[in-house]
């Protein structure tokens, strides 16, 4: 089929109607849509956190736990954020270690991260460290695990605990 070409900006006082639209990429930003456009969660992405919290009063403990259990389509591991919340263990040989995992029916539990967010005495109390994601890529049926490990005898250990993991998703 033949095209027609415009080279000039064009106005349409009425009702612009098409067998099919075609818009070119990035020409349709978050001001276009309109505010109760009603657009369906399924062609959305969704993002979110999920983590883990220990009290502020409590010693950091070992702890795995499971986060989430992916539901939508393909998403992404977008960051892995932790902080000593309480007090700042006061041995030198006190470590707390944060690692989140990956693993699904078909896979173990492997870490996604390069190295795990780490704390010492060396560390400042609620000062936020980010990990480095090194296989951000989520799949339907992935399950995401953190992971706290804790070691060291002397002195006294960290208390509270605050992790954050930013997720992004597709709907189905």
Same mark, same amino acid.
């Given at each position: 089929?033949? @095209?027609?070409?415009?080279?000039?900006?064009?106005?349409?006082?009425?009702?612009?109607?098409?067998?099919?639209?075609?818009?070119?990429?990035?020409?349709?930003?978050?001001?276009?849509?309109?505010?109760?456009?009603?657009?369906?969660?399924?062609?959305?992405?969704?993002?979110?956190?999920?983590? $883990?919290?220990?009290?502020?009063?409590?010693? !950091? !403990?070992?702890?795995?736990?499971?986060?989430?259990?992916?539901?939508?389509?393909?998403?992404?591991? !977008?960051? =892995?954020?932790?902080?000593?919340?309480?007090?700042?263990?006061?041995?030198?040989?006190?470590?707390?270690?944060?690692? $989140?995992?990956?693993?699904? !029916?078909?896979?173990?539990?492997?870490?996604?991260?390069?190295?795990?967010? @780490?704390?010492?005495?060396?560390?400042?109390?609620?000062?936020?460290? @980010?990990?480095?994601?090194?296989?951000?890529?989520?799949?339907?049926?992935?399950?995401?695990?953190?992971? =706290?490990?804790?070691?060291? =005898?002397?002195?006294? @250990?960290?208390?509270?605990?605050? =992790?954050?993991?930013?997720?992004?998703?597709?709907?189905?």
């Amino acid at each position: 089929m033949a @095209q027609d070409l415009i080279n000039n900006d064009l106005h349409i006082n009425g009702t612009l109607s098409c067998k099919s639209f075609n818009p070119p990429p990035g020409s349709i930003g978050d001001t276009a849509v309109k505010a109760a456009a009603g657009i369906a969660a399924t062609k959305l992405e969704h993002q979110f956190d999920a983590g $883990l919290a220990q009290p502020p009063g409590s010693d !950091v !403990v070992a702890e795995t736990r499971d986060i989430r259990i992916i539901h939508g389509g393909t998403g992404e591991v !977008v960051a =892995v954020k932790a902080a000593i919340t309480g007090a700042i263990a006061t041995g030198a040989d006190r470590t707390v270690s944060i690692d $989140l995992q990956k693993g699904n !029916v078909a896979t173990a539990f492997t870490s996604v991260l390069t190295g795990p967010i @780490q704390f010492t005495n060396a560390d400042t109390l609620r000062a936020v460290k @980010q990990a480095t994601v090194a296989s951000p890529d989520v799949v339907i049926g992935d399950i995401l695990r953190l992971v =706290v490990t804790v070691a060291g =005898v002397a002195g006294n @250990q960290a208390k509270g605990l605050a =992790v954050s993991v930013t997720l992004r998703e597709d709907a189905l």
